[in-house]
Every structure is written in C-alpha cells, then in structure tokens.
C-alpha cells in the first residue's frame, strides 16, 4: 500500500490503479495550481521584457514601434514586477508543493552530481532520477540568479541618480550582457519544451502518466507511487556529501 503524503498522489478525479492482470494507467500530480500559475505569470513578464527591451536596443526597431518613453515605462514595470508571483507563490500554506519542490531543486543526487562533472555525458539512470534533471535544475538556479542580477542592475540604470558613476557604467554592462545571455537561454528553454510535449503538457494540467513518470523521472515515480525501496529520493538525498551537499 502507498503511503499518504499531503505532496503526493494522484490528483482529484484521476483514475485509481486497474486491476491486477490489466494495464495501470495512473496519472501523477506533477505540478499544482500554484505552480503552473507562477511559472506561467514568469513567462508573461519575461516575455514583455524581451518584447519591450528590443526597441530600447535597436533603433530598426524603435523606429517602427516609437513611443520609446513608454516602452522603456512597461519595461521597467515588468521587471520591478518578476520576482512578485515567485515571491507570493512560494509564501503561505497555498504555497507548500512549491516549497518542496524548490528544496528538490537545490539538492543534487551522486548521479546528477557525476552528470555535472562530465559536463553532461553521464546520464542519470532512469530508474534513479529525481523529479527534475540536472539541467532543470541548472536552469532553475540561473534563472533565480538573473531575476536577482537584472533587477539589482536595472534599479541602478532607472534611479541612476542614487549611485555613483563607477556603479552605472558597471550596471549598464551587467544588465546588457546578462540579457543577452538569458534570451538564449529562454529561446532554449522554450524549444525543449516543444520537443517533450508531455512534460509541456503537465505545467497546463499538473500531471504526467505513469508510464512518461518511469521512463523519465524513475526515482520520483516510485516515491509516489510508494514502491521505492533504495531508489526513494529521500534515500538518494539522504546523507550529506564532503562539501555539506546532499548526496
């Protein structure tokens, strides 16, 4: 029998296990309202800080949009406005598979961490890997530290009048090169997406199948669906490494 957890199980109105002698067909609660919703606000504001930063950058540009005193306005706005749906999202009691799932992506398992000393060319074993893989959590990590770095350099550009030259010029550098750097590392993002449609799929309904579960993210399937043994994440992330990291 699977043990009960308020994170885990099938989400409401998904079909329980079938029968023993037929096919199981068991959706996973992935990702909850909160979640998709956070991720979701994240991307609309990413995405009207890239519209709105291309006339800011290129005069092509701005001479076909104009009004480039608004523009600069909602481009502002939305970066002041980034960090708010994470912020609410992960705070209160709606906010708790949120929690979790951040503690997962700040832990790194043996395997994830030999992934990452060979620079990608050891795959984590299917049956062992956590709910998200090491490039999700690269990613998850980066992203965290750019909303941070451009709202931190984005405040000294606006209200320049506050800091000193040296912090403006500093900024300015910052800020240009660190945008460049995350529109290719959104474009890459988005087009990953595209190419695991079920895994797009589960941040617009909160679910996966069992079957994209195993194949995909073993490790965390079994710890739903409680027949672990060895291969739960909280074995695989249960001893504390040389450095302090959970291993």
């Known amino acids: 029998m699977s043990r009960a957890h308020p994170l885990r199980g099938r989400p409401p109105g998904a079909a329980p296990p079938a029968k023993r002698g037929t096919v199981r067909t068991v959706a996973l609660a992935r990702f909850d309202a909160v979640e998709r919703l956070a991720h979701w606000a994240n991307a609309l504001l ?10 800011l950058y290129f005069a092509s540009v701005e001479s076909v949009v104009g009004r480039r005193a608004l523009v600069a306005e ?3 706005w939305a970066g002041v406005a980034l960090p708010v749906p994470l912020c609410v999202s992960l705070a209160g009691p709606w906010g708790a598979r949120f929690r979790h799932d951040v503690r997962r992506l700040n832990r790194w398992s043996s395997d994830e961490l030999r992934w990452l ?12 890997a956590d709910k998200f893989n090491p490039g999700q959590k690269l990613n998850a990590a980066f992203t965290a530290g ?9 405040s000294v550009l606006k209200w320049f009048a506050l800091f000193p030259l040296s912090w403006r010029t500093g900024a300015t550098f910052v800020h240009d090169v660190l945008a460049t750097v995350v529109v290719v590392v959104v474009a890459g993002h988005v087009l990953l997406a595209l190419t695991h449609p079920q895994s797009l799929r589960s941040m617009v309904t909160g679910t996966v199948s069992e079957d994209w579960a195993r194949r995909h993210a073993g490790g965390w399937a079994a710890d739903e669906l409680g027949d672990g043994g060895s291969d739960t994440p909280e074995r695989i992330f249960g001893e504390p490494g040389p450095y302090g990291e959970l291993t």
């Not at 990413?46 to 006339?55: F, H, K, N, R």
Request: a positive charge; glycine letters at 8%.
């Open 117 to 128: 000393r060979s620079f990608g060319t050891r795959a984590v074993p299917s049956h062992r």
């Open 146 to 154: 750019a909303i941070v770095v451009m709202l931190a350099s984005g």
């Open 46 to 55: 990413l995405g009207i800080l890239v519209a709105t930063a291309l006339p």
């Open 74 to 76: 909602i481009h502002v």
